[in-house]
């Protein structure tokens, strides 16, 4: 069982359009965070939320965390083909302290075409 | 700045056979954390090293073992090598006490 479920898993979309991605748990997390992995390449950090009901944005990417800190979305206006990529989400769980230990969703495969 | 690096890129293994993975972490950080990524799958977490010491491991085996060493560089060995092993080796660096990690490339380690 994926203790962070992400949805959608796969995604193909036109240039123009709009998305959401959502991440959802039963447990709560002290913090979470979303990565963007194009193959062969390792992630990179999109953003931490940390605040139940934080809104983040960075550019055309707006980012949500949860009133109870259990789940996440991610939304993109007027995507573009270099927002294809791997969109990960990932939380850390208040028992894990400071081990650094993240609990990684699934992962949504997102392709823009033009 | 430097980032996070890895080597080697790729590896090709056989079955049964040992591996080191090693880890560069990024400048300022003091903290390495490893994760395995399975083909269409997001990371798992495997340990996490800080001050030369594990600290913290997620469900994996004794045969996944670390190191990190002084200047905060790290490796990964995994002995007798499984198919399941073959898999994206990523290391994460960071700062202790806070979550955001920083991913090198990744080893891409395939076990035939």
């Known amino acids: 069982t994926q203790l962070l479920e992400q949805s959608p898993q796969f995604l193909s979309i036109q240039e123009g359009e709009n998305l959401t991605v959502y991440c959802n748990s039963s447990?709560?997390?002290?913090?979470l965070q979303w990565y963007r992995q194009e193959p062969g390449e390792g992630p990179v950090l999109l953003v931490t939320v940390v605040t139940g009901g934080e809104v983040k944005k960075l550019k055309r990417l707006t980012f949500q965390f949860g009133d109870a800190r259990k789940d996440s979305s991610l939304h993109i206006t007027a995507a573009q083909p270099g927002d294809t990529g791997l969109y990960l989400c990932a939380g850390a769980l208040p028992s894990s302290g400071n081990t650094g230990k993240l609990i990684f969703g699934q992962g949504t495969t997102l392709q823009v075409k033009p | 700045e430097t980032g996070v690096t890895q080597s080697p890129t790729h590896l090709i293994k056989t079955r049964g056979q040992q591996v080191t993975l090693r880890c560069s972490s990024q400048?300022?950080?003091?903290?390495v954390s490893w994760y395995q990524q399975a083909l269409g799958q997001g990371p798992q977490f495997i340990f996490q090293?800080?001050?030369?010491?594990?600290?913290g491991r997620g469900n994996f085996p004794p045969r996944f073992s670390g190191l990190q060493f002084p200047n905060y560089s790290s490796e990964l060995n995994v002995n007798a090598l499984e198919l399941d092993d073959s898999a994206l080796y990523l290391c994460a660096s960071s700062v202790t006490g806070f979550n955001e990690q920083f991913f090198g490339p990744g080893t891409r380690l395939t076990v035939l």
């Open positions: 090293y800080y001050r030369e010491e594990e600290n």
């Open positions: 400048s300022g950080h003091n903290t």
């Open positions: 447990s709560v997390f002290s913090s």
